[in-house]
């Protein structure tokens, strides 16, 4: 058993700074979990703050049921893959992979029989008399990651490991992680900036923002339950389309949301929501992803100006009144007129439709943990 | 089908415009970095003036060579190596070069690991300000004239110094520790290293700075105590470094100074305080000027250092993967 668990943790720096703002955390046994958000949200703190590597301001934080605000990095029983690697320039490979269980006073058969197993899961075998100057940036990553593992931890960092590799290693690397992941199945920290790489790694995903963790849930429910616009527009690609100063309507006990003009009746999931939380018409702004959009129907009317054909889709950039609208349309069966300069209609259907309460940013059917009990989301409550 | 003797003319006739290509290319590098070549020529010059044409001058080091001659005119008597074979039977010859070797080679022997001693002891403290504010007082002694130390070391070690003064206040007798030849070498070697070590550690401090936090990071997680990652992380970083000036240093090794020498000489410690450096001035520059003679020596001294400064290169080069070229 690895479980981690953050009980409000905090992290304020000498200069009063407030890096990271109580966060709540449990992460099961064997777990994937993904820390998500743009520069300076505390992803990274949060991971150094269970690494050991910076001193926690408040909080607890327990690894395996035990207490280890005041433990020792090396006593925690964790291993960190680092964004530079981190490697040992001047050690070989072996020695990289060594290091730590030479500190430990391993045996010399032990470290030998443990580096080679980590070696030929890796495929590094061939560079353990290398250095890694002479390894190219996916070998080094690997280094980086073996090093890791020899340890054999209970709980495994790991910091950007991928954003120093070009998009193709990337890609590749990101499929290796996956592949490591169902090998040495342990718990797993994973802290990027891409969100790209935390859907497809994550079994949960934590988008963060300003020290605040805003959404905790599965890469379906952060993508289609967003609990509010920071998340939903940090979430997909291409980013969600957000219609400003539209209004939800409540006419005959009936929701609609009004778009540029277009009533949308809500579906009955969203009817019932709303009514449940009691929510009475006002400004809101209305959310569609790209991917939900259907052009050649609708009364909604955009003007093409760019439009990009992507192969199974096109991506298309489009003018509605002053929004700029993000379109992907599927390439087959498309009879409308998609080129640059072509007006076009769309719709979307009504239940696809995000609604965000325009003063708080709020996700007015998925922010409420009440609506959750309706079948809905599991995404969890938090302050921001 | 192309032929084997086409095959091989081919690349022929595309080297011929590959050299024409290099021409231009060089013109258009020249006119590229124009400014940044024309900002270099002044440091050029001043290397030229100052270091390479007064090699012009070791001509007189065979030549029976007289104040007031001209190096080279139809006057001048060419003796070939007579002045090198003067100095090496000359009774001072060995004398003179176990006094500059001892002197050096102590100097370098406690001089050169201590930078790097303190550079690390200062880059490992927890207290950044407390070591910035060390580094600083460090420094200091660096500032002080040759004259002024040596001025120091009398007020210190004077017969009715200091350090005299506090033995005698303990009903100890007063030492003349400028007069006894067993003293000399401490003093100058112990007070030159006080005066430079702050100094040379600036560039393994620098280095310092340029290794990576996360490695820090990642022998904390893989157990390492603190001086455990000095050893394994900030030692092997500033290797190169050491390397560098490792042979810098030995390829200075016997071209100690004459200054602080000459300041520090007493008759009761001239059979130890006499180096290459303060026969050349004496015998160049004092009482019947030897020019030639002197040249001959300093020539020679110049000549064992660029001998060590290859030895040291070719050793460092085959050992490690550090060199200076």
């Known amino acids: 058993m690895s479980e981690v668990v953050m009980k409000g943790l905090k992290k304020v720096y000498d200069n009063k700074v407030t890096a990271v703002h109580d966060v709540n955390l449990e992460i099961k046994d064997k777990e994937f979990i993904v820390l998500v958000g743009p520069s300076g949200c505390g992803k990274s703190t949060t991971l150094r703050m269970v690494a050991g590597l910076e001193e926690i301001s408040d909080g607890e934080l327990y690894i395996d049921g035990k207490l280890v605000n005041d433990v020792a990095p090396k006593d925690r029983d964790i291993a960190m893959v680092f964004q530079n690697y981190a490697l040992y320039p001047h050690k070989t490979v072996y020695d990289n992979l060594a290091f730590a269980l030479k500190l430990r006073k391993e045996s010399k058969e032990v470290i030998d029989k443990k580096v080679r197993e980590v070696a030929e899961i890796l495929d590094i075998t061939q560079y353990l008399s290398r250095k890694p100057k002479a390894l190219s940036?996916?070998?080094?990553?690997?280094?980086?990651?073996?090093?890791?593992?020899?340890?054999?931890?209970?709980?495994?960092?790991?910091?950007?490991?991928?954003?120093?590799?070009?998009?193709?290693?990337?890609?590749?690397?990101?499929?290796?992680?996956?592949?490591?992941?169902s090998r040495i199945n342990t718990t797993f920290m994973y802290v990027t900036h891409d969100q790209t790489e935390a859907m497809t790694l994550g079994d949960r995903i934590v988008i963060m923002k300003d020290g605040y963790v805003n959404q905790i849930g599965t890469p379906q429910e952060v993508f289609n339950k967003p609990v509010n616009l920071f998340v939903a527009g940090f979430i997909g690609m291409p980013v969600m389309n957000f219609f400003d100063n539209c209004k939800l309507l409540l006419?005959?006990?009936?929701?609609?949301?009004?778009?540029?003009?277009?009533?949308?009746?809500?579906?009955?999931?969203?009817?019932?929501?709303?009514?449940?939380?009691?929510?009475?018409?006002?400004?809101?702004?209305?959310?569609?992803?790209?991917?939900?959009?259907?052009?050649?129907?609708?009364?909604?009317?955009?003007?093409?100006?760019?439009?990009?054909m992507m192969g199974s889709e096109y991506n298309i950039h489009a003018r509605c009144g002053t929004d700029e609208v993000v379109m992907l349309i599927p390439t087959v069966d498309l009879t409308t007129d998609v080129s640059m300069g072509a007006t076009v209609n769309f719709t979307t259907r009504p239940h696809l439709i995000q609604l965000f309460d325009r003063e708080s940013g709020k996700n007015l059917i998925w922010y409420d943990e009440e609506s959750a009990a309706n079948d809905a989301p599991v995404c969890k409550r938090y302050d921001f | 089908m192309e032929t084997k003797a086409a095959k091989l003319a081919a690349p022929a006739k595309q080297r011929a415009p590959k050299k024409k290509m290099s021409k231009e290319r060089r013109i258009r590098y020249l006119k590229d970095n124009s400014p940044y070549l024309l900002m270099i020529l002044p440091a050029v010059l001043v290397v030229f003036l100052f270091n390479y044409l007064p090699i012009y001058g070791v001509l007189i080091a065979f030549q029976d060579f007289m104040p007031g001659d001209k190096i080279l005119s139809d006057s001048t008597i060419w003796v070939g190596f007579q002045n090198f074979e003067r100095f090496f039977s000359d009774p001072q010859f060995w004398p003179l070069m176990q006094n500059t070797f001892l002197i050096c080679i102590i100097g370098f022997v406690i001089g050169f690991p201590l930078p790097i001693i303190i550079s690390l002891m200062l880059n490992a403290m927890k207290g950044k300000k407390t070591a910035k504010v060390l580094q600083t007082i460090f420094n200091g002694p660096h500032f002080i004239s040759l004259v002024v130390l040596v001025g120091m070391l009398t007020l210190f070690f004077?017969?009715?110094?200091?350090?005299?003064?506090?033995?005698?206040?303990f009903g100890g007798e007063r030492y003349s520790y400028f007069l006894e030849s067993r003293a000399f070498r401490p003093m100058y070697i112990l007070s030159s290293n006080w005066q430079d070590f702050g100094w040379s550690a600036i560039i393994y401090i620098a280095a310092l700075s340029n290794v990576d936090p996360q490695q820090h990071e990642a022998a904390i997680l893989d157990g390492a105590t603190r001086f455990q990652r000095v050893l394994h992380v900030d030692l092997p970083a500033i290797m190169p470094m050491i390397s560098v000036m490792l042979i810098m240093s030995i390829g200075g090794l016997m071209g100690v100074g004459y200054e602080k020498a000459l300041l520090m000489q007493t008759d009761g410690?001239?059979?130890?305080?006499?180096?290459?450096?303060?026969?050349?001035?004496?015998?160049?520059?004092?009482?019947?000027?030897?020019?030639?003679?002197?040249?001959?020596?300093?020539?020679?001294?110049?000549?064992?250092?660029?001998?060590?400064?290859?030895?040291a290169n070719t050793t460092s080069k085959k050992f490690s993967e550090n060199s200076l070229w």
């Open chain 1, 137 to 181: 940036g996916g070998q080094r990553q690997r280094v980086a990651i073996g090093r890791a593992m020899v340890r054999d931890p209970k709980v495994f960092l790991m910091d950007e490991p991928l954003s120093n590799l070009d998009a193709k290693l990337r890609n590749q690397m990101r499929a290796e992680i996956i592949k490591l992941r």
């Open chain 2, 158 to 169: 004077g017969r009715y110094g200091l350090v005299n003064n506090i033995a005698a206040h």
């Open chain 1, 251 to 308: 006419e005959d006990g009936k929701y609609y949301a009004e778009i540029r003009g277009v009533k949308f009746l809500l579906s009955e999931f969203q009817q019932k929501a709303l009514a449940q939380n009691n929510t009475q018409p006002c400004e809101i702004v209305a959310g569609i992803r790209p991917q939900h959009v259907t052009v050649g129907e609708g009364d909604l009317s955009a003007k093409i100006e760019v439009s990009e």
């Open chain 2, 269 to 311: 410690n001239l059979q130890v305080s006499e180096l290459i450096s303060t026969y050349v001035y004496k015998r160049g520059l004092t009482g019947v000027p030897d020019q030639a003679y002197a040249t001959a020596i300093g020539l020679f001294n110049s000549i064992i250092n660029v001998v060590l400064l290859i030895i």
